[in-house]
């Protein structure tokens, strides 16, 4: 069974550094058909899609957020990660990690269940 | 950008009624590439259809989508206490994932 597992600081403060891991299990991230991805969700709010990325390296990027993120893949540790610079109140939120796959039908399939990412001054 | 308007915001039912749920896209879309989910509090978003109609694995056929064009529903049939949750559609293209605001399916 697939699991997704998100793990990283709870709570950071203005301008730092947001770096989170995304830990898989059950399947490879190197799977051909399949991007792993990162979306978020303010408290009492949407969802956010935030980048993706495929284990060849290639990722594309939210363009509301492409200058403060990147995202990047391990396959010798089954991992990937994200980073988003310089964080502010706005970007306290529950990020998860998810499977995304890109046949004929995209979809994001699988999803960790998340962590909760504070921003305070 | 294409952007996806859900409505309404909150849909108020009882348990054994159907659910109708609308997704608009401001450009068309291919049917391929709309997809919807269910959240429910404290948890991750579960994916319940993808390609438009298609059911993902372990969902029951009580979920049904259609759609094409820019209008996509998501259609809850005789609803059961567990379905009473937020739902968001999705669309993808042009290398981007753009989520719908979500309609509340709550207790009337």
């Known amino acids: 069974q697939l699991q997704l597992q998100e793990s990283g600081p709870g709570l950071l403060k203005t301008s730092e550094t947001l770096s989170l891991i995304c830990t898989v299990s059950?399947?490879?991230?190197?799977?051909?058909?399949?991007?792993w991805a990162w979306i978020r969700q303010p408290p009492g709010k949407g969802l956010e899609w935030i980048a993706s990325?495929?284990?060849?390296?290639?990722?594309y990027y939210n363009p509301s957020l492409k200058s403060r993120v990147t995202i990047s893949i391990d396959t010798s540790k089954n991992q990937f990660s994200l980073k988003l610079s310089s964080v502010t109140a706005a970007d306290t939120a529950v990020y998860y990690c998810?499977?995304?796959?890109?046949?004929?039908?995209?979809?994001?399939?699988?999803w960790g269940q998340g962590t909760l990412v504070t921003v305070s001054s | 950008e294409s952007v996806l308007t859900q409505s309404p915001g909150t849909l108020s039912l009882s348990p054994g009624e159907r659910a109708t749920l609308s997704c608009r896209a401001s450009?068309?879309?291919?049917?391929?590439?709309i997809a919807w989910y269910q959240q429910k509090p404290g948890q991750a978003p579960r994916l319940l259809i993808y390609?438009?109609?298609s059911r993902a694995t372990g969902i029951p056929d009580s979920f049904s989508g259609s759609g094409s064009g820019t209008d996509f529903t998501l259609t809850i049939n005789r609803l059961e206490p567990e379905d009473f949750a937020v739902y968001y559609c999705?669309?993808?293209?042009?290398?981007?994932?753009?989520f719908g605001q979500g309609t509340k399916v709550e207790i009337k």
């Open positions: 450009q068309s879309v291919s049917s391929n590439y």
């Open positions: 998810a499977r995304q796959s890109v046949r004929s039908t995209p979809r994001l399939d699988y």
């Open positions: 990325v495929y284990y060849g390296g290639n990722a």
């Open positions: 390609g438009t109609s």
């Open positions: 059950g399947d490879s991230v190197s799977s051909s058909g399949y991007y």
């Open positions: 999705q669309r993808y293209g042009s290398s981007l994932w753009t």
